[in-house]
């Protein structure tokens, strides 16, 4: 084994090094997932199962609202798969998000204390949620089940779909992690954001609600993207839109790109601001 | 490893950027930036600071508070990364600065050890197959399946201590030789944090207890404001440091 040799003046390491060195830490990243995952559940009494539980207890949450309350007519499913399959998604979005951009600040005290890339933290965010929103399938497919909609041949790849979708999650929240170390409220204003983006995509109501002339500003939405191929994929007939592929893949590898370029920037300094 | 010592350090300093009067919220920053307001006091914790440590060397450091002793402790250990010039290290950094850093109070010590460890740079698979001897050194075998936030102050104490002390590492950066735990403890803790000392790692250790510092470390430096004020012979750095001191009793040299 070589020798490690830190130094303090070599330059940041390109996205593939990164990437090779975060993939050697995995041993790392799996302790820190699972302490995530305990640490979630571990205060419950119904420990683990709670993994369950939760996204059942959310799904009839939002069944009760979408079903019974809102009513939107969707050609081909009942409204519940496609609100649930739409909003399960986006709120993995959401948490992924919010929780990469709040990890260096939330293991600030760690970080100035032992030696320990930052980076380590936000990728077992990403872990720990994607994981999550494993279990969460659990109750989708028991809905899809009771309401009688087949799943697609094609529904394994929505797992595609979810990893691209993160790592444009991993990508936003990497560039903002070090700039909530600074400013705290940053969160706040990401939370609103969010939600914003998230009422701008189809996630609660059928797309072709919104008038022609404002398709291009839904259209631009990775969200949109995303949400439309999960749905296609999952009890639809075909691949998906090869655009909303497309769409998809290129906001992932810009905001891993440009996340990553913007966190070794600021990374730095945010320390060294009292 | 060849003729590279260990730890080499040329022309460091350490900014900080003092945002005293300045926003610590976004809004108030955007609101400041329109205004131009925006100001940093800056405060040079560490200046031109160029040293060497080779393996098998201690290097003491004596200093008053906010002499900069931390922040070369951190500089060097590469949590905090220089403003000015370089830091290289050679092999494997183990810090025992503020220890426990990194604990979970709801997972077990069992858990614990395994994530600290991990933190620090070691295999879980190692620290697996180490758990058990490290809890015993701890004296906390019987506790390892209960949640650490039940432990008190002490049994925490001497957990991250005994994980820390678990390690073989190529520099090591001791702040105080802790003196952690009961009598008898602190004797064990006291011995084999010199045992970790004496195995040829590149040393830098910091501490007020000038006779003990003396007694181990090869050589000396002297810190006040961020500047080397001398460097040698350990004794009598020590005795240059305690001399000054004395002379200025209320001054920043000062030592707590």
């Known amino acids: 084994m070589s020798v490690p040799i830190y130094d303090s003046a070599a330059p940041s390491p390109s996205v593939l090094r990164d990437a090779r060195a975060t993939w050697r830490k995995r041993s790392l990243l799996r302790v820190l997932v699972a302490r995530d995952l305990a640490v979630r559940y571990k205060r419950s009494v119904l420990g683990v199962w709670w993994t369950l539980l939760n996204p059942l207890l959310e799904t009839a949450v939002l069944w009760m609202v979408f079903s019974q309350v809102f009513r939107f007519a969707v050609p081909g499913v009942p409204y519940v798969v496609f609100v649930l399959s739409g909003v399960l998604l986006f709120n993995c979005f959401r948490q992924t998000l919010l929780g990469v951009a709040a990890s260096m600040f939330l293991h600030a005290d760690l970080l100035s204390k032992v030696r320990v890339a930052p980076a380590v933290f936000s990728v077992s965010t990403v872990g720990a949620n994607l994981i999550t929103f494993g279990f969460t399938l659990v109750p989708l497919a028991l809905v899809m089940a009771i309401s009688g909609v087949a799943p697609s041949p094609a529904a394994p790849l929505v797992i595609v779909v979810v990893l691209l979708l993160a790592a444009f999650a991993f990508g936003l929240g990497l560039a903002l992690a070090p700039i909530v170390v600074r400013f705290p409220d940053t969160l706040d204003l990401l939370a609103i954001c969010v939600t914003m983006i998230g009422y701008l995509a189809p996630v609660f109501y059928p797309p072709d609600i919104v008038p022609q002339r404002f398709q291009w500003i839904v259209h631009l939405n990775p969200i949109y993207h995303a949400v439309t191929l999960f749905r296609e994929l999952l009890y639809g007939h075909g691949l998906g839109d090869p655009l909303s592929w497309l769409a998809l893949v290129v906001s992932a590898a810009v905001a891993l790109l440009v996340g990553h370029a913007v966190h070794n920037a600021l990374r730095r300094g945010a320390f060294t601001v009292l | ?256």
Do not use: C
């Open chain 2, 1 to 256: 490893m060849s003729d590279e010592p260990a730890i080499r350090l040329t022309g460091v300093g350490v900014g900080y950027r003092l945002a005293r009067h300045g926003p610590s919220s976004l809004k108030a920053f955007a609101v400041e930036l329109t205004r131009r307001h925006v100001r940093y006091e800056r405060l040079q914790a560490l200046t031109d600071v160029t040293l060497e440590v080779r393996a098998g060397e201690i290097l003491g450091v004596v200093g008053g508070n906010g002499a900069g002793k931390s922040t070369l402790m951190k500089a060097i250990a590469g949590i905090l990364p220089p403003t000015q010039g370089r830091v290289v290290t050679h092999g494997h950094v183990a810090a025992m600065i503020e220890l426990g850093a990194g604990f979970s109070p709801d997972l077990t010590g069992r858990e614990n050890i395994v994530l600290y460890g991990a933190l620090l740079g070691r295999p879980p698979a190692l620290m697996r197959a180490r758990l058990e001897e490290i809890a015993a050194w701890a004296e906390l075998t019987e506790f390892l399946d209960v949640p650490i936030r039940t432990y008190s102050s002490g049994m925490l104490a001497r957990l991250a201590f005994a994980i820390s002390i678990d390690d073989s590492p190529d520099v090591l950066i001791v702040d105080e030789i802790l003196a952690i735990g009961d009598a008898e403890f602190s004797v064990r803790s006291g011995e084999r944090m010199d045992a970790l000392m004496r195995g040829g790692a590149a040393v830098v250790l910091v501490s007020h207890d000038l006779p003990a510092l003396a007694e181990r470390a090869t050589r000396a430096i002297w810190l006040q404001r961020g500047h080397v004020m001398l460097e040698g012979d350990p004794v009598a750095v020590t005795e240059a440091y305690a001399a000054a001191r004395h002379v200025a009793p209320g001054g920043e040299v000062n030592a707590s």
